[in-house]
């Protein structure tokens, strides 16, 4: 029995830690939907009140704020680029699009599998404010 156990335990620890890495990375593509909607209605808010953004103030506050809570994602893993597309789709509005990365931790090194990385994309459309 001895033998079986150790036959077996090395793929049931995997298969445990793998289904744990899995509500992980779960957790952490929710928590990058959800500050990529604040990063873009923080975007928009400031449009709104007069306060041009730049491309780094956006991609700034994105990284700050996906540190802090309830996200708390770690700083050295998360990246957020800022880019404007060449082909606008809304008249009237300018529209800038947000990719956020974010490496999760491995649990699974022992395993020989490496940390995979989540990547979510979204569109911020802010107005034009002469547009009434």
Known sequence: MAVEFA???PVLLVL???VLHVGIAMQNYNALRNLSADVARFAVIAHQSGNTLSSSQIRAHAITHGQ????LL?????NAVITTPTVQRV???TEMQITVTYQIESMLEFAGIDAPYIIYTRPIFVTD???T
């Open 129 to 131: 404010n002469t547009a």
């Open 91 to 93: 008249t009237g509005a």
């Open 68 to 71: 802090g809570a309830p996200y």
């Open 16 to 18: 445990i830690f793998g």
């Open 7 to 9: 036959l077996l335990a």
């Open 74 to 78: 770690e700083g050295n893993r998360l």
